[in-house]
């Protein structure tokens, strides 16, 4: 089968920085992505790794591991409007479809 | 249209009738997904399309749910004698061939069942 583990909170203050991992377990790998969904709205993607290192978009970056099964979205310069949940999701067995962990509620205060 | 459509946004349906939820994806991706959110959740897989084709089915909890999309563009999800525990936000995905790591979502269709 497969699992994601994600922490199901963090809290940040704005301007700062915050790092949200990711573990995963499966069998065929074909990459991670991130998602992140506002209160009431619908998952918008983030950013996608399919090898290892540090993939950079403005001020959000995401990072692989295939060697630990270990990923984590980074998000710099916190804004209050960064308050949501991010998701990581890898590809399932079947290669069709996104599986997705069970989020990470992130709180930016002032 | 300019992104994942769904329809109805809500619906409250009595225990036991059946329901059809409606996806138009962004035209031009051939990749459909149906998903199912419970609050506090995660999106959970229910079925996949290519073009036509119901390529994985894995995720559809038993044989009350079903989904075609016949002419390769809008789907149907439905849900057959629905039960208080398929109360939930079910959401359309759509993708580009060979992009389905990016997965465009819909607004979802709530789902109540009383």
């Known amino acids: 089968g497969q699992s994601l583990e994600q922490p199901s909170e963090v809290t940040a203050v704005e301007g700062a920085i915050v790092q949200i991992n990711c573990t995963y377990q499966t069998s065929g790998f074909y990459g991670l992505s991130w998602y992140q969904q506002h209160d009431g709205g619908a998952p918008t993607f983030l950013s996608y790794n399919a090898l290892d290192g540090l993939e950079e978009t403005g001020r959000f970056s995401s990072f692989l591991s295939r060697s630990d099964s270990y990923g984590y979205l980074l998000l710099q310069e916190l804004q209050m409007k960064d308050s949501a949940s991010y998701f990581c999701?890898?590809?399932?067995?079947?290669?069709?479809?996104?599986?997705f962990g069970k989020g990470t509620s992130l709180l930016v205060t002032p | 249209g300019a992104g994942v459509s769904q329809s109805p946004r809500y619906k409250v349906t009595k225990r036991g009738q059946d329901v059809a939820l409606r996806c138009d994806p962004i035209?031009?991706?051939?990749?459909l997904y149906w998903y199912r959110q419970a609050l506090g959740q995660g999106p959970e897989f229910l079925t996949y399309f290519n073009y036509e084709a119901q390529q994985d089915k894995s995720g559809l909890p038993n044989d009350r749910f079903s989904a075609e999309r016949p002419e390769g563009s809008i789907s149907t999800l439905t849900i057959q004698r629905t039960e208080q525990r398929d109360s939930a936000m079910y959401r359309c995905?759509?993708?580009?061939?060979?992009?389905?790591?990016?997965?465009?979502f819909g607004q979802g269709t709530r789902l109540t069942v009383v």
């Open positions: 035209s031009g991706h051939v990749s």
């Open positions: 999701a890898v590809k399932s067995n079947s290669g069709y479809a996104l599986n």
């Open positions: 995905a759509s993708s580009l061939p060979g992009h389905d790591t990016e997965a465009f």
